[in-house]
């Protein structure tokens, strides 16, 4: 059964500060990772896909890695700003099945 | 491009009541997924069907949950009776299925729930 893990839990950094969040997963046979962002009392929205077949992926000042073998992935967000305050969640698809989910790591950037 | 429509966005109901959520999907997406969030926690799979077909409903409480998905578009699900720990909320997403397999998956707004 697959688990997903995210560290740390939560996070508070000054603003412009680079930052990392961890996601790790027990099942390496994955089809793809997807990196959420989830605002409070909002839905998922969708931030980065990472095929099984592909290292990384980038968008803007968000970049994602994906090391399929250790299990392991990696949300890096550049120069931080208040509006990226939010709970990122990491999720697996393994084939056919459904995203499994990590608990989320909440991020506080302050001003 | 519209994306995934649910409604409610909120609903307060007493416990032993029951409740509906509907999700629209996006256009041409065969896949629909229904999750709950708890709060705290990350979403954690209900149900997921193929076109109007059930691909995964082991984390379904069947004695009091149950979804539906006819004609392969809208889906709704259903609460009967509602307990206290039912409060959470209800998130729908659809994906387009490549080869068979799963692809970026796509999250409506949600539906919170609260079971007084």
């Known amino acids: 059964k697959q688990e997903v893990t995210q560290i740390p839990a939560a996070l508070s950094v000054p603003e412009g500060e680079n930052l990392v969040l961890n996601c790790s997963f027990t099942?390496?046979?994955?089809?793809?990772l997807q990196w959420f962002r989830q605002d409070p009392g909002k839905g998922l929205t969708s931030l980065l896909l990472?095929?099984?077949?592909?290292r990384e992926q980038t968008s803007g000042r968000l970049n994602a890695s994906l090391d399929k073998s250790s299990g392991r992935s990696t949300l890096y967000i550049a120069a931080s700003q208040p509006g990226d305050s939010a709970t990122y969640l990491c999720?697996?698809?393994?084939?056919?099945?459904?995203?499994?989910f990590g608990s989320g790591t909440r991020l506080q950037v302050q001003p | 491009e519209a994306g995934v429509a649910q409604s409610p966005r909120y609903k307060i109901i007493e416990k032993r009541q029951s409740v509906a959520f509907w999700c629209n999907p996006i256009?041409?997406?065969?896949?629909l997924y229904w999750y709950q969030q708890i709060l705290g926690q990350g979403p954690k799979l209900l149900i997921q069907?193929?076109?109007?077909?059930?691909?995964?409903d082991s984390q379904l409480p069947k004695d009091r949950f149950s979804a539906e998905r006819l004609k392969g578009v809208d889906s709704t699900l259903k609460i009967q009776p509602a307990k206290l720990e039912d409060s959470a909320v209800y998130l729908c997403?659809?994906?387009?299925?490549?080869?068979?397999?799963?692809?970026?998956?796509?999250f409506g707004q949600g539906t919170r729930l609260t079971v007084v």
């Open positions: 069907f193929q076109n109007n077909g059930v691909v995964d």
């Open positions: 997403a659809s994906s387009y299925p490549q080869g068979g397999m799963s692809t970026e998956a796509f």
């Open positions: 099942d390496s046979a994955i089809y793809n």
């Open positions: 999720a697996v698809h393994t084939g056919r099945r459904a995203l499994t």
């Open positions: 256009s041409g997406h065969a896949t």
């Open positions: 990472i095929q099984s077949s592909q």
